[in-house]
Each structure stands twice: as structure tokens, then as C-alpha cells.
């Protein structure tokens, strides 16, 4: 918006010079149209004979010489400076009007968007988030300042919705273990349910879904914040999935999912065998693709497949990129959730979440672009949902 602004005001100076230019070139014309009517009017009430010998001496040069002024003095009928003097007031009486008004139109093309922006965004500041900048008659870069302005004001609503929205469900998901434990420790206080081992898990398991909606909300912030803790290296992607599939066997089978595998062996010809090292913190990429795995396992078991694809691609325009596609058979992403896949507690009205903190795809974007990677949600090849994970080659 600054570059535009400059820009603006250069071609306000353009056109006020401009202006200032056709002002002067005006009251140029109106002077020497003014001398040429009065230098008529002089010539038509001279006598014949003066007549002709004035043209004499214009035609060898000698309008100037002194029988030419002692004819002006003779016949010129007021004094030299009456013409001077009524030419520039006759200049100044039509230039003025149109030096105004063209300066007063200049003015109020420049100065009407930016009215406009000034009353937007006091309203912002005072937590209107409904209001836009009107573009009118403004073009090219004013108009584009003015639509870049109302884009800067949709990102901050966008935000502000956002924090109120995450704010709402934070307390809601705090206020959900926290109640459950100050009813069933109450219940433990007065006798009416046993202190045994039964209670005390479920008990433990409250406090833990506390504990990983805090540290969640505490990875969001810190990345919000531009502060997130990564330990960056060359991390092999073949290893690192090769390493992780196995923790997660156990739930794959016990949800009846088969896991199809596409990762390069490993006993390719060495000269190969670094295509797919990315530069990144291996802890988060643990925790990205981890979370991506138990996404697809909470959310769609009942496809009963997942596949994990590796993949280096070769864009037209760009740098070669490491891919991870994680593709699930399940029902897919709700309508009301696919514009915004990576919401945060992002989930359909009067559903309880029965496991998670709601916040593993906002962590899975937030992780992934701060070690300048990119994250996209589509459809798979089985109806399902597929994520798709995009880090330069190291």
C-alpha cells in the first residue's frame, strides 16, 4: 500500500503540474489574443498614408526604429502600459476559474477514497469490522490502494472472527474436564463414588485432554507469535515416515484400516538416495505427519484404508519439492468445513468431540509453513480426504 501511495501522490504532482501548465498557457493566449485585437483596433483608425508607410517599415524590419514609435506615440490612444495592464486581467479573469476548478476536481479525486478509507478505519477502531472504503470514480492506483485497503480490512475481520471463535471454544473445551472433574471429586469428597483405580483413570484422563489442549494452544501461540522453538537439519523423508508407521500400526489394525505404503526402497542406487531430504525440524515433522495419521484414524476408520505417498516433483516454476500425500477412504471433509480445513476447533455444530483438542490440522498449517513448507487439503482418489504436504528439497 506505501508503494501505491507514492505513486499516487506522483501522479498528483503530475497532474497539478499539468494544471499549473494549461493555467499559464491559457493566460499566455489571452494576453496576446488581447495585444492582437488592440494592435488591430490601432491599425484600423490610422490614416491611409501612415497606414502604408507602417507597412513599410514592418516589411524591412523596423517596426522598432524611431519613426515607428513616433507614430505610436501620435495615434496610440492610451498609454503603453493600458494594454499590459488590461491583457493580464483579462488573462487572470479566465485562467482563474480554470485553474480551480481543474485544481478543485484534482483535489477531490484524491481526497474522496482517502475520506473514505479515514471513516473506515476509524470504524475499525472502534471494532466495526463491517465497513468498506468505496472506490467512486477512482482508477488505477488509487483504485487499487482502496481495494488492497478493503482486503487488509476483510483479513482483520477474518481475525477478529477468529479470535472470538477461538476464545468461545477454548473456554468451552477448558470448561468441559474441568467440570467433570469438580463434580466427580466432589462425588469422591462426600462418598457418593469410590476413590478406587477406575476412578482415579478417568479422572487421569480428564487431566490429560487438559494437558494437550494447553500445550496445543501453546504451539499456536508460540507460532502466531513467530517464536516456535525449531532445531533445524537435513532430515531423510523416507526415514522419518519409514520410522513413524510403526507406532501407529497398533491403532491401524485395531480400526481395521490396511495401510497402503508408496515410499522408494532404500537400496536404490546411492547416487540417489538424498532426493528426498528436506531441511526441517524432524521433532515437528514427527508431529505434523502424526497428527495428519491420527486425524485420518479418529475421523475415517470406517474406510478402512490409508495410503502415504512419497514423491519429489519438479514444478514449471520453482524449486524441486518433496511430497507427502496422506489419503484417507473415509466420508471426507464436511461441506461446512472444507473452505477452512485448518480452523481452529473446526468442527459441525452440536458434534462433542469425543477425543483430540480440535486444534491437530491448525497445528499440522501452523507447523508446516514455519519450516517453509506448504499444506493443501483435496479429495483421494476414494472419496476421502487427502492431505498434501510440500517442502523444498534441502
Known sequence: MARQLDRIWVRFGVWMSAALLATIAIMAAGVILFAEWQYKSFYDNLPQPLRSELDVLEAKDLGNSSRAMEIYNQYWRNDLLFGERWSLT?????????????????????????????????????????ARA??????????DMVTTFNRMVDALEGLEYERRATAASVSHELRTPITVLQARLHAICDGVITADKAEFSTLLHQVQHLGRLVGDLHTLSMADADQLSLVKRRVDMIALVSDIIPHYQPQLDANQMVLELDLPTLDEDASE????????????????????????????????????????????NGPDSV???????????????????????SQLPGK??????????????ALTIAQGGAVAVTSSARGGTCFTLRFPVA
Open 134 to 143: 468505496t472506490i467512486g470514480a477512482a482508477h488505477g492506483e488509487m483504485a
Open 90 to 130: 483579462i488573462g487572470l479573469l479566465i485562467c482563474l476559474p480554470f485553474g480551480l476548478g481543474i485544481g478543485f476536481w484534482i483535489s477531490r479525486l484524491i481526497t474522496r477514497p482517502l475520506a473514505s478509507m479515514a471513516e473506515v478505519a476509524v470504524r475499525v477502531e472502534q471494532g466495526d469490522f463491517s
Open 352 to 365: 462433542r468431540r469425543s477425543e483430540g483438542s480440535g486444534l491437530g490440522l491448525s497445528i499440522v498449517k
Open 323 to 345: 511430497v507427502l500425500r496422506i489419503s484417507d477412504a473415509g466420508p471426507g471433509l464436511p461441506a461446512e468445513l472444507q473452505q477452512f480445513p485448518f480452523q481452529r476447533f
Open 273 to 316: 538416495q538424498d532426493w528426498a531430504d528436506i531441511k526441517a525440524d524432524p521433532d515437528r515433522m514427527r508431529q505434523i505427519i502424526s497428527n495428519l495419521i491420527s486425524n485420518a484414524v479418529r475421523h475415517a476408520s470406517q474406510g478402512g484404508w490409508l495410503g502415504m505417498q512419497l514423491r519429489r516433483e519438479n514444478p514449471e
